[in-house]
């Protein structure tokens, strides 16, 4: 199962304040939900990794642009994210690592 930890997310995000703490979590829920829902898989084996690094890049995205304008082009941010989630999606399986 692939969790984030508030801590390890909110150091992520350089952030020491708890004003956002509830707002990450959200974030954090969706992240996860969407990694999902993407991949159309239930574990990631080998690749636990790379889908903890695709959630954390989502939650900075959304953390850091949280207002209706967003001056970064779809076409210049997501072809990493993308590689990362169809990588996710059609990776083998492996055995679950820590």
């Not at 984030?4 to 992240?31: F, G």
């Not at 304008?69 to 996710?88: D, E, F, G, H």
């Amino acid at each position: 199962m692939l969790v984030l930890d508030l801590e390890e997310v909110k150091s992520w995000l350089r952030t020491d304040t708890d004003d956002d703490d509830r707002v990450i979590e959200t974030l954090i829920k969706a992240a996860v939900s969407y990694v999902y829902t993407a991949t159309g898989r239930k574990t990631f084996g080998d690749k636990m990794h790379i889908a903890r690094l695709v959630c954390l890049y989502m939650v900075s995205h959304w953390y850091e642009n949280r207002d209706f304008y967003n001056p970064t082009p779809n076409s210049i941010r997501n072809p990493v994210l993308t590689a990362m989630i169809t990588q996710l999606q059609f990776g083998g399986y492996g055995d679950e690592l820590d």
